[in-house]
């Protein structure tokens, strides 16, 4: 049978003398092909970023043309004193008519082209805002915003526009239409004017891509404006925008505002609607990303959910709670019992920050409310096992496909490199290094992700479990809110990329709205 066999090989397959050299030549080719299409695909991706950047200016000297032209049309506008007003305040004045939408958004377009020439911080303007205030001002009705010129984080849908989530492969993606985040602001009656920078893949505490380029802090160009909101936080805080709408999963609301000296607020997951929302990585529901209000101080952060949490949002996403803001809650002098730390006994963080809250429990004292001492439970656990081993559940394969065909930033190289090692490796490297550095350990064990949909459920089950128990130890303490250290002041410019983990992401895991409030006087942001 075997000799049949091997018969019938030699029939099917005759023998012939291999020629070495068409084997050379043939095995050459295909490696020079490879090359040459390697080499196409490389000249392909700078072509689109190239095109990307050229649209961008392209915008840019548009609007610095419209906005030259209103300076004409309308001579002796107020421009310093209409940036000055709080949001309450400007929305008054253009409610009852002693300022016009228009002289508004052109100031602002005006302030924002300054800003960007300044830190890099928009990624495009949104030339249809002038159809916007056509819109509002035929309308008789006025919203909760009216006339207010709004900035969206990239990702955030516009009609007609790129949501690039500072990826090449995104460059070819026009959303046709808004997202329902959009389209609420817009019946309140504010104007969508411009859309910011943010990190590659949103996935960092810099603010850096390869198609627009490093978004540096108004305040201080040698520092980061975190991310990924960060070009929200940069503009804002230059003063380019009195209303920006970012987004947060694991800090990406809270770190650049407190780098750039702002008040944000994440809310709690799904309170805003994500509908129209693009992202890098979609289903990650054990740590979801949530939409918040970034601006300079809280009444703008209220003012702002008040018109957002509205029927219209309701109905254009069912998924969204209705429950509108509690003006009651808000607005109330009741004591509060406030739980607080300075210091989560984890992430290090700076006197100056563990200060700010010293300072702020103090001013509470004093003001008549209960402070409490809270020490949130199992910190090392929450980075490691919940929050890390949730969005590398997969070993960062999800993340690391987004980079195909792309050109890597150089702030993301070192979170890169570390996803591409083999899980066995990982895994070895983490037994070998936990003697010495135990955190890096744990951090490379959560890195190697799970193995099975049973140990996936388990790990949420484990989440489920650390949130009843966190609910548990503030009900026993009978916590109305706890005040906590936020992440700062403002690195360096480059140094973002070292970090492993923040001191936010235990609320992430939790689920908890995180309200920052900048603590840290100039001098030590400047110093630090």
């Known amino acids: 049978m075997h000799m049949m066999i091997q018969q019938q090989l030699r029939e099917l397959l005759p023998d012939r003398k291999v020629d070495t050299s068409a084997a050379l030549a043939l095995l050459g080719g295909s490696v020079a092909a490879l090359g040459v299409w390697k080499w196409l695909g490389r000249k392909m991706v700078h072509k689109k970023m190239e095109e990307a950047r050229r649209t961008r200016d392209e915008g840019l000297k548009k609007m610095a043309k419209a906005v030259q032209q209103f300076r004409e049309q309308v001579p002796g506008v107020q421009r310093e004193t209409i940036l000055s007003l709080p949001l309450l305040e400007l929305t008054g004045r253009l409610q009852e008519g002693s300022l016009s939408p228009r002289t508004v958004l052109y100031t602002y377009l005006e302030k924002a082209l300054e800003v960007t020439q300044q830190t890099n911080c928009l990624r495009h303007f949104i030339p249809e805002c002038e159809e916007q205030l ?20 990239d990702h955030i849908g516009h009609k007609g526009h790129l949501a690039t989530c500072g990826l090449v492969q995104c460059l070819d993606t026009v959303m046709e239409e808004d997202s329902v985040l959009v389209k609420v602001l817009k019946r309140q009656g504010a104007i969508p004017f411009a859309m910011t920078n943010v990190p590659q893949s949103l996935f960092s505490y810099e603010c850096s891509n390869p198609i627009f380029g490093q978004t ?22 230059g003063g380019g925008s009195v209303l920006g709408i970012g987004s947060d999963m694991g800090g990406s609301i809270r770190l650049p505002s407190s780098f750039c000296g702002l008040c944000g607020l994440k809310p709690t997951a799904q309170r805003l609607s994500l509908s129209g929302v693009t992202g890098p990585i979609d289903g990650v529901l054990a740590v979801p990303c949530a939409l918040g209000p970034m601006a300079r101080d809280v009444d703008s952060l209220a003012l702002c959910m008040k018109a957002l949490l509205c ?5 254009l996403d069912p998924t969204v709670p209705p ?17 607080y730390y300075d210091t989560d006994g984890y992430f290090p963080l700076p006197p100056c920050m563990r200060r700010a809250v010293r300072e702020t429990r103090c001013a509470l004292q004093a003001a008549g409310h209960q402070l409490v001492l809270f020490s949130p439970p199992r910190i090392p656990y929450v980075m490691t096992e919940l929050f890390f081993k949730t969005f590398f559940a997969d070993g960062g394969r999800s993340w690391l496909d987004v980079f195909t065909g792309d050109i890597v930033d150089p702030t993301l190289r070192p979170q890169v490199n570390t996803c591409k090692i083999p899980r066995l490796v990982k895994k070895m490297l983490a037994l070998l290094l936990k003697p010495l550095f135990p955190r890096l350990a744990d951090y490379l064990t959560a890195l190697a992700g799970m193995r099975s949909v049973k140990e996936m459920w388990n790990h949420h089950h484990q989440i489920q479990e650390y949130r009843s128990q ?18 700062g002041p403002a690195f360096n410019t480059g140094y973002p990329r070292k970090l492993l983990s923040n ?16 603590g840290c006087s100039r001098q030590h942001r400047d110093r630090g």
Request: net charge negative; proline share 9%; glycine share 8%.
């Open 323 to 339: 429950i509108p803001f509690n003006e009651q809650v808000y607005s109330s002098s009741t004591p509060l019992r406030v739980g």
């Open 503 to 518: 001191c936010h992401l235990l609320h992430d895991a939790v689920q908890r709205p995180e309200l920052p409030c900048w």
């Open 134 to 153: 056509q819109e509002i001002e035929r309308h008789k009705e006025k919203g909760q915003l009216y006339g207010i010129p709004v900035s969206i984080k």
């Open 311 to 315: 029927q219209e949002m309701f109905q």
């Open 216 to 237: 540096l802090n108004p305040l201080n160009p040698q520092k980061s404006p975190g991310g990924s909101s960060g070009g929200e936080g940069a503009l804002i805080a």
């Open 470 to 487: 966190f609910i548990t130890q503030w009900k026993e303490l009978q916590l109305d809110v706890v005040l906590c250290p936020v992440l």
